[in-house]
């Protein structure tokens, strides 16, 4: 069982910045990823960024070269730059084991609002 408990968010204008900070606590199952998720209104969940426990990164193609994220142990940070409205959405904490049995845990999201 691996614990999710995200900080952060919140209401920001267009070409700010925001900090989403994720503490992941329980017995974590290698190889893995620990990062961040979203989900807009009506839209299905999307990969934001995720590191691995070797430190090699994934980003989603909308947040390239904007979103940075960082990960000691079991915190993952997402330091959020050049914010845009279409980055609104819940952002979830995400942890997966990358090999089998393949598992999944979740924290319960953030919500992010850009406003233009």
């Known amino acids: 069982q691996v614990r999710l408990v995200e900080s952060g968010g919140g209401v920001m204008t267009s070409g700010g910045s925001l900090i989403l900070r994720c503490v992941a606590s329980?017995?974590?199952?290698?190889?893995?990823?620990l990062g961040w998720y979203r989900q807009g209104p009506g839209e299905q969940r999307e990969l934001v960024a995720t590191?691995?426990?070797?430190?090699v990164t994934d980003y989603g193609d909308a947040v390239k070269g904007r979103f940075t994220i960082s990960r000691d142990e079991g915190t993952v940070s997402l330091q959020m730059n050049s914010l845009r409205p279409e980055d609104t959405a819940v952002y979830y904490c995400?942890?997966?084991?990358?090999?089998?049995?393949?598992?999944?845990?979740w924290g319960q999201g953030t919500q992010v609002t850009v406003s233009a």
């Open positions: 995400g942890y997966k084991r990358t090999s089998f049995p393949r598992l999944e845990y």
């Open positions: 329980g017995n974590f199952l290698r190889p893995d990823t």
């Open positions: 590191v691995s426990n070797k430190g």
